[in-house]
Structures are given as structure tokens and as C-alpha cells.
């Protein structure tokens, strides 16, 4: 099953398509298709990883402000 979003990716290149097509086969991929799914896979990943990443910076600066309010002198 194809995916809409990558053909029509594909479709818009337009003068950038020869450049494309070069890029993927330097890479070894064989075909356009192949090139354009990983790289939207590899997308896909790298923006769930910063997800992560921000919420764990979130959970840090949330534990650090209750230790620091936990203190009964101030």
C-alpha cells in the first residue's frame, strides 16, 4: 500500500526531482518512494525523541521547584 502523502510529495518536486532522484540513489535506495518514506520515518522519530526530551526537562524543573519549596524556613 502506497502512501498518498509521499506520492504527492513526490509529484510537487517538480525541478528538484532529478537532484532527488540522485540524492536517493547515492544513498541506495531504489527507487524515489523508498528515499522519501525513510526520510519521513526519520522525521517522524527524531520529533518523538524531542517530545520525549521535553518532557522529562518538564519533570526535572517540576522536581527541582518542590525540593526547593519543601523547605520550611523560608
Not at 25 to 32: E, I, M, N, Q, V
Not at 44 to 73: F, H, M, P, R
Request: with cysteine.
Amino acid at each position: 500500500m502506497q502512501n498518498q502523502e509521499i506520492i504527492q510529495i513526490i509529484e510537487n518536486l517538480k525541478g528538484r526531482r532529478n537532484y532527488e532522484e540522485k540524492k536517493a540513489s547515492k544513498l541506495g535506495f531504489t527507487s524515489l518512494y523508498a528515499y522519501f518514506e525513510d526520510k519521513i520515518l526519520k522525521e517522524k522519530k527524531a520529533n518523538e525523541e524531542g517530545v520525549k526530551e521535553l518532557e522529562a526537562i518538564k519533570a526535572d524543573t517540576k522536581l527541582k521547584n518542590k525540593q526547593k519549596k519543601s523547605c520550611s524556613c523560608c
